[in-house]
């Protein structure tokens, strides 16, 4: 495909996209939907072949917040830099579909997935200051952001306008006297002030989801709290999509629409938040609900016996069976389905939850 054609291709991708989100309008009810199908992501290295997310699924709809958890190591960040096209090449593999609205990004060209991926997507990270350059005004990186946006877009913004549309912008995350702020360098603003600049540069290409990843870990609990309340707003007020990364089942309870609980690379268990804390499944869950310090009463959080295993090198079936106080022999020998516990859309990987007929069929 020559360079022309290729543009041409590429556009008519995003074009197609954009002319339906014009026809309904981000308020305008479900538009936009992001579906990891079997997601896969292996790496390839001396020691062998580490398969770190193994055939992950998982729903992203519009105006939803998700949390996604799980102990360090089980590969959030790599299921999220898997959608967003960050892993390194060729030590990463990824296999599966990641489809939005039924366009699979991982069948388009490069190009055109990052057109796509410019256009719908962005994250934040868990280290405002490390993500920002400390040699520019903050003015300075939002400009030349906007000034790009701007240009994919085929606009070509006056100084006066990027001025007027980075306030805005720090104004949407609440920062008080904006112009003070595109003055000022990053190393000037407390850590708090710079997450919420992150989220304004994130928000500069108007995405439809933000990827979170840990946004508020490296932040007091009073400002964690702010910042939370941000990422929900963009949700309930701008219809916008969050994907919110976090070990922590705390943040996760006070913010997300549903809850994705990750273990070994594999999605586990998946809820509604109420029905996740009320009824929680599958029993690494059970485990970690149970290492939550309680604020009432005797204060003993109770661990998960084990660690988790060597990707190399991985359990067979359940990865979860040698830490599993339930583990049966089919867990050993046949890896579980998800498995939809009643009809709000709670499903759970796990063989305790599997009728026979279930059992049956895997063992085909
Ligand atoms: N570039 C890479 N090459 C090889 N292995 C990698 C690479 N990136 C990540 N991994 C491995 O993939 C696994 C999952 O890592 P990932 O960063 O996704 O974990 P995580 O759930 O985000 O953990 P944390 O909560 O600590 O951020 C880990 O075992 C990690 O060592
Ligand atoms: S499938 Fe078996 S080993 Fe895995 S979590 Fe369920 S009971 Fe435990
Ligand atoms: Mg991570």
Request: hydrophobic share 40%; with cysteine; aromatic share 6%.
């Amino acid at each position: 495909m020559d360079g022309t054609a290729m543009d041409a291709r590429t556009r008519s991708v995003t074009v197609a996209l954009e002319q339906r989100e014009g026809r309904q309008g981000r308020e305008g009810g479900a538009q936009h939907t992001l579906r990891f199908d079997d997601l896969s992501v292996t790496f390839q290295s001396g020691e062998g072949t580490a398969r770190v997310v193994d055939r992950a699924t998982l729903e992203v709809r519009q105006g939803e917040l998700i949390g996604i958890v799980g102990e360090t190591g089980c590969g959030k960040s790599v299921l999220m830099r898997a959608l967003l096209d960050l892993l390194p090449r060729p030590a990463a593999r990824v296999a599966g579909r990641i489809e939005f609205d039924g366009t699979d990004l991982l069948r388009l060209t490069p190009r055109e997935r990052r057109r796509l991926t410019l256009r719908y997507f962005n994250m934040v990270f868990q280290d405002p200051v490390g993500s920002l350059n400390p040699f520019f005004t903050i003015g300075n990186q939002m400009r030349e952001v906007l000034t790009q946006a701007g240009r994919r877009n085929g606009q070509r913004l006056s100084r006066a306008r990027i001025q007027q549309r980075a306030v805005e912008l720090l104004r949407t995350v609440r920062l008080d006297d904006p112009e003070r702020v595109l003055r000022s360098y990053s190393f000037q603003l407390s850590g708090g002030m710079n997450q919420r600049v992150s989220i304004a540069l994130a928000l500069s290409v108007d995405p439809w989801l933000i990827v979170a990843d840990e946004p508020t870990t490296a932040l007091d609990v009073t400002v964690q709290a702010e910042i939370l309340s941000l990422f929900d707003a963009l949700v309930r007020e701008q219809g916008r999509s969050v994907l919110l990364i976090t070990h922590s089942l705390g943040v996760v309870r006070q913010v997300a629409d549903r809850v994705a609980v990750m273990y070994a690379g594999v999605v586990v268990e998946e809820a509604s938040t109420p029905d996740l804390f009320a009824s929680p499944l599958h029993p690494y869950t059970v485990g970690l609900l149970a290492c939550v310090p309680r604020l009432t009463g005797q204060a003993v959080a109770k661990g998960i016996p084990g660690t988790l295993p060597d990707y190399t090198a991985p359990p067979t079936a359940c990865r979860f069976h040698p830490r599993c106080p339930h583990a049966m022999p089919i867990c050993r020998e046949t890896r579980p389905p998800a498995i939809a516990v009643g009809d709000g859309g709670h499903r759970v990987a796990c063989w305790l939850y599997g009728d026979e007929r279930a059992r049956a069929e895997a063992t085909v």
